[in-house]
């Protein structure tokens, strides 16, 4: 069994200054782990994700997570914020041992607002 | 260039009627999936596809059906819907291997008059 926990279901920082969206996970294999942006009235796109290889990732527009397994977190983090970063964030957990490992667990999601 | 592109991205149907969502992919992808996505809610996996296998999740509605003639499209079928199923209807898919991100379309918004 799998699932994730956003620890935040809204955060409010002014422009310029760093973000933080927290996000725990649970799984009873070694997992895959994203996330995912999503606008109004749009899909959803892919910041990051983590597969088993460097704990630190990188991911678009300035956005970085790291994997800590000790902690069973998976933060997502930017150093500015800029008002276009405003939206949805969903963090997502895939089983990573194979079989049906292409079915994901969604977090509830944090909405991210960035004040002028 | 999209590779998920789903149509129409806005549809308005009355109580009942049946309405239709497409989806197609340029990715080739194995898996196909459709979720459902209510305000402010994540995203709800309704049934998904592993080349032609069909999988049902077990609370999706019967009123919910899904046809994938090709690899490259697959189709939502909305039988009678209700009140209930106004929401975001997002098509993604994957190639199902280990780590395999989704990329999802724009969604198809349904309005039930």
């Known amino acids: 069994a799998q699932s994730v926990t956003q620890l935040d279901s809204h955060v409010s920082v002014s422009e310029g200054t760093p973000v933080l969206l927290r996000c725990n996970y649970s799984?009873?294999?070694?997992?895959?782990l994203f996330w995912y942006v999503q606008h109004p009235n749009k899909g959803l796109q892919l910041l990051l994700k983590y597969t088993s290889a460097a704990t630190l990732v990188k991911g678009i527009n300035g956005f970085e997570a790291e994997f800590k397994k000790s902690e069973t977190s998976f933060h997502l983090t930017k150093p500015s914020a800029h008002m276009s970063d405003a939206a949805e964030y969903f963090c997502?957990?895939?089983?990573?041992?194979?079989?049906?490992?292409?079915?994901?667990?969604f977090g509830k999601g944090t909405l991210l607002t960035v004040n002028p | 260039d999209a590779m998920v592109i789903q149509n129409p991205r806005y549809q308005v149907t009355q109580f009942g009627k049946p309405v239709t969502l497409s989806c197609s992919q340029t990715?080739?992808?194995?898996?196909m999936y459709w979720y459902q996505q209510k305000s402010s809610q994540a995203p709800k996996l309704l049934f998904h596809?592993?080349?032609?296998?069909?999988?049902n999740e077990a609370d999706t509605p019967d009123n919910f059906q899904s046809r994938r003639p090709n690899t490259s499209f697959c189709f939502l079928d909305i039988r009678s819907p209700g009140l209930g199923d106004a929401a975001m209807y997002l098509c993604?898919?994957?190639?199902?291997?280990?780590?395999?991100?989704?990329?999802f379309g724009e969604g198809s918004r349904l309005t039930v008059l």
């Open positions: 997502v957990v895939s089983r990573g041992s194979g079989g049906s490992n292409y079915k994901l667990t």
């Open positions: 993604a898919t994957s190639g199902g291997g280990r780590g395999g991100e989704l990329f």
């Open positions: 799984s009873s294999y070694s997992p895959s």
């Open positions: 596809y592993y080349d032609k296998d069909f999988n």
């Open positions: 990715l080739n992808h194995n898996v």
